[in-house]
């Protein structure tokens, strides 16, 4: 299967802090995009969608860029509720395709 | 309340014994998915199903069967086969809608005695 790479970290940021993640895929015909965050311990939810034009939610922007094959994440005005892994998955003709996570923890 | 349910929270396999994690579903969801996390790692494909009594290996099935009688339901058995089956098991849905995203069950943690 095609493949989603993305960097470990571990991230650690102050409170307020603005933090971004990158994430790239392999396959070009990839058609959706998404983003989950995993508590410790816990199921992947998710957090947002990754439209063509990019969108933002509250203090999450999220981008894509077809032609380098990237994806990311914004998060501004980091809180200390931010703290996890943020997991970059790609449509690849179903079933989703998983990077392993990116691991953010906001200090105080 | 809609949702995807996984059970037991916890389970304990003996060496030589199979076992068997529930998954349910009331989401009217076409595919089931099973993964398996290991502690660091990110999620690896076992077995999906698209429509019921039909379903396909994913990246990792050795050791692991299932079916798909229902809709809802789609449980995972992890046979004595298994030789190294300590993780943590999670279960999604998804409409089966291409583009669709997937929903997860809270997960099982399966330990060996």
């Known amino acids: 299967r095609k493949e989603v790479e993305q960097d470990p970290g571990p991230f650690n940021v102050p409170e307020g802090a603005t933090v971004a993640f990158n994430c790239t895929y392999s396959?070009?015909?990839?058609?959706?995009f998404f983003w989950y965050r995993q508590d410790c311990r816990k199921e992947p939810k998710l957090l947002m969608s990754?439209?063509?034009s990019g969108n933002e939610d509250g203090r999450f922007t999220a981008q894509l860029n077809r032609a380098s094959q990237y994806i990311s994440l914004l998060i501004r005005d980091s809180k200390l509720s931010d703290s996890a892994t943020y997991l970059c998955?790609?449509?690849?003709?179903?079933?989703?395709?998983f990077g392993k996570g990116t691991r953010l923890s906001v200090i105080a | 309340d809609g949702g995807i349910t996984q059970s037991p929270k916890y389970l304990f396999r003996k060496e030589g014994q199979n076992v068997t994690l529930s998954c349910e579903q009331n989401?009217?969801?076409?595919?089931m998915y099973w993964y398996r996390q290991d502690p660091g790692q990110g999620l690896r494909l076992i077995y999906y199903?698209?429509?019921?009594?039909?379903?396909q290996k994913g990246d990792i099935a050795e050791g692991y069967s299932v079916s798909r009688e229902k809709k809802e339901s789609f449980p995972l058995t992890v046979t004595s086969a298994q030789k190294n089956p300590t993780a943590f098991y999670l279960c999604?849905?998804?409409?089966?809608?291409?583009?669709?995203?997937?929903?997860f069950g809270p997960g099982t943690r399966l330990l060996v005695l």
């Open positions: 999604a849905s998804s409409p089966w809608t291409e583009g669709e995203t997937q929903y």
């Open positions: 396959n070009s015909a990839s058609q959706s």
């Open positions: 990754v439209y063509s």
């Open positions: 998955v790609v449509n690849d003709n179903t079933p989703l395709v």
């Open positions: 989401l009217n969801h076409d595919a």
């Open positions: 199903s698209q429509i019921v009594n039909d379903f």
